[in-house]
C-alpha cells in the first residue's frame, strides 16, 4: 500500500515571499503524484501533476514542483506568493499497477499574510 | 465549473432523518468517488464506483448507502446519522486508468443536528 506525508499542518508566509511545501510518499510501485488545492468551502483543484519524464513539472497559478525518487519527494513550490494563495494544499499518489485509487496526504494549510 | 456538480451545497438535517447527495459528472468519465472531510482529518476515501460497479467501500457504516445507476451519476444515500457525521462530502470522478487525476466537486457541507 502506498502512503503520502505532508509533515507541516500549517505554513505561514509573507506575501511576495517564497514557499516550499513538503511532500513525501512511500510505495513499493512505481507512482504518479498531483498536488491539489483546495480553497475554503470548495472542492480540491489540480494544481500540477507527475506523470513520467522531466522531474520538474509547473502547473497552474505559478506553482512547480520536482519529483526526487530517490528520496521519494515531491514538494511544491512557487518563487513568490500573493494573499490568494492562501488555501489548503493536498499531495496525493497513485501506484501504476493494477487498480489504484489516489491516496492523499493530510494537507498543508498555506498562510500568506501582507 | 469543474465538470462535476453537487447538490445540495448545503445539508443541515436532524438525526432521525434520511436525505440524499447528488453527483452528476459530464467529464465521461468511467469511475466514482465519495470522500468525507472532516475537520482536523485526512480526507476519507468512502466509496469507489467503476463502470457502475461498487469496487471498494472502505468500512463505511450502514447509515451511509450510495447508489450508482449510471457512469454520469452518484447519489450518497443517509439515514440516522450521528453528530460526527457532520463533515464536508466531496464527489470526484476519473478515468479508471491510473494516470489520470480526479476532478472533484465543490461539496456538500453536511451538518447533523
Known amino acids: 500500500a502506498q502512503s503520502v506525508t505532508q509533515l507541516d499542518s500549517q505554513v505561514p508566509v509573507f506575501e511576495e515571499a517564497p514557499v516550499e511545501l513538503r511532500c513525501n510518499y512511500s510505495s513499493s510501485v512505481s507512482v504518479y503524484l498531483f498536488w491539489y488545492v483546495q480553497y475554503p468551502n470548495q472542492g480540491l483543484q489540480l494544481l500540477l501533476k507527475?506523470?513520467?519524464?522531466?522531474?520538474l513539472v509547473k502547473g497552474i497559478n505559478g506553482f512547480e514542483a520536482e519529483f526526487n525518487k530517490s528520496q521519494t519527494s515531491f514538494h511544491l513550490r512557487k518563487p513568490s506568493v500573493h494573499i490568494s494563495d492562501t488555501a489548503e494544499y493536498f499531495c496525493?499518489?497513485?501506484?501504476?499497477?493494477?487498480?489504484?485509487?489516489?491516496?492523499f496526504g493530510k494537507g498543508t494549510m498555506l498562510l500568506v499574510s501582507p | 465549473e469543474t465538470g462535476v456538480t453537487q447538490t445540495p451545497r448545503h445539508l443541515v438535517m436532524g438525526m432521525t432523518n434520511k436525505k440524499s447527495l447528488k453527483c452528476e459528472q459530464h467529464?465521461?468519465?468511467?469511475?466514482m468517488y465519495w470522500y468525507k472531510q472532516s475537520a482536523k482529518k485526512p480526507l476519507e476515501l468512502m466509496f469507489v464506483?467503476?463502470?457502475?460497479?461498487?469496487?471498494e467501500n472502505n468500512s463505511v457504516p450502514s447509515r451511509f448507502s450510495p447508489e450508482c445507476p449510471n457512469s454520469s451519476h452518484l447519489f450518497l444515500h443517509l439515514h440516522t446519522l450521528q453528530p460526527e457525521d457532520s463533515a464536508l462530502y466531496l464527489c470526484?470522478?476519473?478515468?479508471?486508468?491510473?494516470?489520470?487525476?480526479?476532478?472533484f466537486g465543490q461539496g456538500t457541507r453536511l451538518t447533523v443536528v
Open positions: 467529464l465521461g468519465h468511467n469511475a
Open positions: 464506483y467503476s463502470l457502475e460497479e461498487r469496487v
Open positions: 496525493a499518489v497513485r501506484t501504476n499497477s493494477g487498480y489504484s485509487t489516489l491516496t
Open positions: 470526484a470522478s476519473s478515468q479508471e486508468t491510473a494516470n489520470t487525476e480526479a476532478f
Open positions: 507527475y506523470l513520467s519524464g522531466s522531474t
